[in-house]
Every structure is written in structure tokens, then in C-alpha cells.
């Protein structure tokens, strides 16, 4: 199938920056939209922002201005810089793909989830 691996969170002040990076590997045929998702504790797992294979991007307005997806296709890997974070930012973040992959001789469709990865920001 298709396995998604997260690094690059970690505990930060207000204002700083930190960097997420996701690689997927497998039997991958192609991967269309890649995204990264939050979830604060107590809520709701959200999209905070997304990528298609073409470059297009969409972003939650709350961090419209601040963080930046980028992907190298090459590598089948994501990434989401965060600038200027906030207390509010605080949440795992998860990685998240929607892929084809090769099954035997045929081609399956998967909307794979990396493990998390633990943003912190402090006041």
C-alpha cells in the first residue's frame, strides 16, 4: 500500500518557525492531492492546508499568509512550513494523501494517513 512518515515537529515560542516534511513510500503508481490536517486537543481533526500534483494550493484562513505547502513530486514527498506561530496553532499534525498504488497487476485508489507528528507552540 502506501505508508506516509512525518518529522520535523517540536515545541517552539510564539513567533517562531518550524518545518514539517512527509514522505510517502510503497507501491505507488501516482499521488493526486497531499495535505496536512490538525487536531487540538478536545476538537475536531481540520485541514489546515492542501496541494494537488499540479501545484495548486488551498489554505484554512487561519494560517493564510503564515504557513506554506509545497511538495517535490520526485520524492512523493510534502512539506509545510509554519511561520509566525500561535498558542492556537498547537495540535498533532497529520499528513495525508490520496494515492494509487499497484496491487498485484492492478491499480487501487487509498487515502493514506501518516502517524502525527506534535506541534507545541508556547506563549
Known amino acids: 500500500q ?22 510517502a513510500s510503497g507501491r505507488i503508481f501516482s499521488i ?3 495535505g496536512w490536517y490538525r487536531q487540538a486537543p478536545g476538537k475536531q481533526r481540520e485541514l489546515v ?4 500534483s499540479g501545484g495548486s494550493t488551498n489554505y484554512v484562513d487561519a494560517v493564510k499568509g503564515r504557513f506554506t ?10 512539506y509545510l512550513q509554519m511561520n509566525s506561530l500561535k498558542p492556537e496553532d ?5 499528513c495525508n494523501a490520496e494515492a494509487k ?6 491499480i487501487r485508489n487509498l487515502n493514506s ?3 502525527g507528528t506534535q506541534v507545541t507552540v508556547s506563549s
Open 49 to 52: 492546508a492542501a496541494i494537488t
Open 101 to 106: 498504488y499497484w496491487s498485484g497487476s492492478y
Open 90 to 94: 498547537t495540535g498533532v499534525y497529520y
Open 113 to 115: 494517513w501518516g502517524q
Open 2 to 23: 502506501v505508508q506516509l512518515v512525518e518529522s520535523g515537529g517540536g515545541l517552539v515560542q510564539a513567533g517562531g518557525s518550524l518545518r514539517l516534511s512527509c514522505a
Open 32 to 34: 493526486n492531492t497531499m
Open 69 to 78: 505547502i509545497s511538495r517535490d513530486n520526485a520524492k512523493n514527498t510534502v
